[in-house]
């Protein structure tokens, strides 16, 4: 919806504002083109539908996160119906969640007992920004919790979980449980994204079609990351 001098502006211009309301995930009900999307709230993966509803040749800004609510700003050109590539851009852009891509309800968390080894990674990377955001690339259905060296991976829908803790005589121990060993899938992320340079998200890009949705980092055939469609 807009209002005031921007309304008068747009109008000025020739254009007639919509409003639209509905379910935003499921694009415009009239199946109408758009020259440009802007999401003011995060997904977990570009909806399907509103890749339809931007013209080839058209432009998304979209907010990615997920349940460890990483997030990264993606600027997606449509390259033909149901299909888009584009980049991160730098800065720290976060919004919150569409409900429907939101993380499930989940009890209260108990912390129990796994296979300990020692961590190849300082857990503490995780806590910055380009980190948690390979993190949640490389362990998309886990949720984060903790900080510092102490960092805790739990995935509801396999009961998985990872945490670590600082050892005494330096260096870290992780304790993982269940099926998905979430603090290797991590590991193997942030060591691909340290070896080329520990990028911002800028350095990051986007591609997505009909089959796939993928982040990688430098150019597409670098290392990357499916997003959970």
Known sequence: MVGGAAASAIKA??????????????????????????ATCSVRYIPVPWLHQVK????????????????GLALLTVTAPGAATGRFLPGYTSFMLARPHDRPLRPT????PGEERPSGIDPEIIDTWAGSWV???????AERMGVGAEQILWDVSTGSQSRTTPRPDGGWTVVQRGPA???DQVETAVRS????????????????SAARQRVWIGTEGGPGWDLPI
């Open 181 to 183: 060993r979430l603090w």
């Open 193 to 208: 994204w340290q070896a080329v340079g520990e990028p911002h998200q800028e350095g990051f890009g986007i591609t997505v």
């Open 109 to 112: 968390l108990a912390l129990l």
């Open 56 to 71: 080839p040749g058209g432009k998304m800004l979209v907010t990615l996160s997920g349940w460890s609510y990483a997030s």
């Open 13 to 38: 211009a020739g254009y007639a504002p919509r409003l639209i309301i509905g379910d935003g995930l499921r694009g415009d009900p009239d199946g109408v083109a758009y020259d440009r999307l802007i």
């Open 135 to 141: 993190a949640q690339l490389a362990a998309p259905s």
